[in-house]
């Protein structure tokens, strides 16, 4: 299970603080209303789609056509997440629209609570925490309003129902991943029936053939199910098989992209993909795959399928998820701009010149705009993505990482005025550059830790790969994030224009240091110790850039009225030190130096000083940020002519969250009666 290909907001996106400085109009100044609602733990925001009345119309039409692809999947994530999900969504759904009390009375708010949250995770376990939701409701107040439902849309199975929303045993988490636990029986994902954990690794280990270099990605596109006889077999998703209804309806828009495909190679893709939908063959779906990675022509693109496997607790099964995008030109330009330049930073990067690499090849990076969110990228999105997944196909062909602006774009504008900035940055002028700098700096960053940094560097000849073990991921993530700091403050950055001040680079190490040094701290429970491999490289680098650089006072932790600051003296010392520190982690892994590395990550990245942890706690608590966001989508209406013909498609912003969910329910139900 490959958890990198997925690149989600840092620290629940709290950490963007800023307005973007190529288009530094304020929410309040653009008249766009980012926020759309706000429950539990969860905020909604809606995104916007630039540049969509600009393309051609058959652009817009393949774009049509493929959101409608998108949408018409999502009763099959809601059957995978759980088997109960349909029913149960259909009943709350139909009391809610239903009801004719007060709305204002409590017992209905608690439901209707209850709704949002579940419609947000595409069923009655948290997105995240994997958890099962806890109604605020009484059983006799659903009970009641059941009831009054007519006979023709009474649930044929209420009892299971409410023992699955009321008894908080049962089913109760999603995925399971403690050890020692059968985690398919413990787990109530969808993904599995009358089999054991063992079953299902003993039913593999058989059909896995150990020595095929180009091997499928088994069991992607099934669920595994032991029959009446005993017999285990793979019920497989595809056109005739498991979810048929919705996967023919998928296929009846994507001929209908097809249509209007940009180019031959963008054709050919679809067509494997109606190809593999068809006959469920997941060596179609890698014939689809090394096609789409080679389409980097078309300005239009897509995902649709069965992609990540988070939701197995195996890590096998993909759960059903589509965006469909176009790359914004003007955005790409940068991160053309920097793989074009790989060997200028390859040659100029400050490491002992035996772990450069002689021939650097930048990694084809591009920056997109989204038009839809669907399935599991639905309400909650990623911000970046790489793909595809499987390994072999990585390394013969290549994979597309995008970054998807629009949606960092509405975190962003959505957080200022948040108050974090206000609680945590030391002074006026810093927030300044922050609001100033910060989005392109940001940016940037993440363009060369993904275009240039994890590609730099080599190993000596004989050094193993994988000497670091388990720091290994920490060390190299450091690695790439040390590269991007670095450079930021490089004046090559301005001339190559992608930068226009020598201040710019500032704002990020601001934010880099604070972030290190104490506001991430927010994502861990207190008494624990930093443990994910990317808050241990941020915690890593901040740690260390201030112990050594304390005797010359380059960064210094203050107290003022109780509250901790970080203020930082000599910005220009600060970027000998991370050039220090990339040289000596590009010395551990070129020479694959396990003892130095592991030195390093236990002493700087993984234990929290209690008394800071606490303050931060606090002071974020007060601010009272919802930890978790996702977007509602835009909607898409075609225009047509007096004969009949799509003229134009229109696109509008004004449709709410409950809304939204409730029409895609009525809309495009198609595993549902
Ligand atoms: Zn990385």
Known sequence: ??????????????????????????????????????????????????????????????????????????????????????????????????????????????????????????????????????????????????????ADVQPSDREMLFKVIFDPSFMAKRVNQAEGADLVATSACNFYEGVTQQEVED???????????????YGLNSRLVKGADGKIAEDTYKIGGRYSAAIEKIVGHLNEAAKYAENETQRKTIDKLIEYYTTGDLKTFDEYSINWVGDTASQVDFINGFIESYGDPLGMRGSWESIVNFKNQEASHRTEVISDNAQWFENNSPIDPRFRKPEVKGVSAKVITAAILAGDAYPATPIGINLPNANWIRAAHGSKSVTIENITDAYDKAAHGNGFNEEFVIDQPTRELMDKYLFITDNLHTDLHECLGHGSGQLLPGVDPDALKAHGSTLEEARADLFALYYLADPKLIELGLLDSSDAYKAEYYKYMLNGLMTQLMRIEPGKDVEEAHMRNRKLIAEWAFEHGKDANVVEMITRDGKTFIQINDYEALRGLFGQLLSEIQRIKSEGDYTAGRDLVEKYAVKVDPQLHKEVLDRYAALDIAPYKGFVNPVYTPVTGSDGEITDITVSYSEDYLPQVLRYSKEYSTLVK
């Open 203 to 217: 039913y593999y280990a058989a059909v896995k053939d150990t020595t095929d270099l180009t091997p499928i990605s």
């Open 1 to 150: 299970m490959s958890f990198i290909n997925r690149i989600i907001p840092a620290a629940a996106m709290a950490l963007v603080f800023t307005t973007s400085c190529n288009n530094a109009t304020t929410p309040e100044e653009s008249g766009f209303d980012y926020t759309v609602d706000r429950f539990a733990d969860i905020e909604v925001l809606r995104y916007q789609v630039p540049g969509f009345e600009q393309l051609s119309l058959d652009q817009k039409k393949l774009i049509y056509h493929l959101t409608e692809a998108a949408i018409t999947g999502r009763d099959i994530l809601w059957d995978q997440n759980c088997r109960y999900n349909l029913p149960i969504r259909q009943m709350l759904e139909a009391v809610y629209t239903s009801y004719d009390g007060d709305r204002d009375d409590s017992q209905f708010k608690a439901f209707e609570k209850y709704l949002k949250q579940v419609e947000f995770a595409n069923g009655i376990h948290h997105h995240y925490s994997m958890d099962k939701f806890t109604p605020e409701f009484t059983q006799e107040f659903l009970a009641a309003e059941v009831d009054k439902l007519p």
